[in-house]
């Protein structure tokens, strides 16, 4: 009866498991069922999504080259493990939808939980900032503009948000900024990126009111300067 008991709990404690994926818990279950079997070895993961990445090895910073954070994100659509979303499109053919991330994984303490700014194991704190809407977690101060419907890089006091751009200014450029409709909702014809969600900055060329990738701009201009570099008027951040 009492090993009977003690079977049930190990098993038990295979299932409640988090470091364990669910074959790895099925062969270890087999094998509590199978005594003849020679012992279990040592506690083994099928990747390497559970090692702690960094945003900068030097200093001890966990994160990836993105986001400085404490976690890791489960992508709902493909179940993997990554340190970011940008990390999981670089290595996916598919885009991750940030609002729909659900579970984080603690690089301390290595347990997969539910998205939180805390760990819900060992209380480390995920990250400075966290957004439960975008399920961003970053160091670097953010803010989330409900009107944009995402979280823009830099302090919300610096910002305001143009609703004929659609588009978040710096604050010291509200009155003075080429006010254009919704401006951000297009590709850079440079590197054809999306400018709304880009995590670049961005310049607006005033003199044919189109908007630019600024570190592509500014090394246009100065590498090989366009006919319309004068042109470049105070950048704005997004």
């Not at 209380?123 to 989330?144: E, N, V």
């Not at 751009?165 to 990126?193: T, Y």
Request: aromatic residues 4%; positive net charge.
């Amino acid at each position: 009866m009492c090993n009977m008991i003690n079977l049930r709990k190990r098993v038990l404690e295979i299932h409640q498991d988090d470091l364990l994926c669910s074959k790895e818990k099925s062969r270890r279950i087999q094998q509590l069922l199978a005594p003849h079997h020679s012992p279990l070895p040592p506690l083994q993961h099928e990747s390497t999504e559970y090692v702690q990445s960094y945003h900068d090895k030097e200093t001890n910073k966990l994160g990836c080259k993105h986001y400085a954070r404490n976690v890791k994100i489960q992508a709902d659509c493909c179940q993997k493990i990554f340190p970011c979303r940008h990390c999981h499109d670089e290595e996916s053919d598919h885009a991750l939808i940030r609002s729909e991330i659900k579970t984080m994984l603690c690089m301390i303490c290595k347990r997969l939980q539910p998205a939180a700014q805390d760990c819900m194991h060992c209380k480390t704190r995920a990250s400075k900032y966290y957004c439960s809407t975008c399920h961003l977690w970053t160091d670097a101060p953010s803010y989330h503009c409900d009107a944009c419907g995402l979280c823009r890089a830099g302090q919300r006091t610096d910002f305001s948000h143009c609703d004929r751009c659609n588009a978040c200014i710096r604050v010291d450029a509200k009155d003075s900024h080429p006010c254009l409709d919704r401006s951000l909702e297009s590709d850079c014809p440079i590197c054809i990126q999306d400018l709304f969600t880009s995590t670049t900055p961005v310049i607006i060329m005033v003199q044919n009111a189109v908007m630019l990738c600024i570190r592509l701009v500014v090394k246009t201009i100065y590498v090989q300067p366009p006919t319309n570099a004068r042109s470049a008027r105070n950048p704005s951040e997004t």
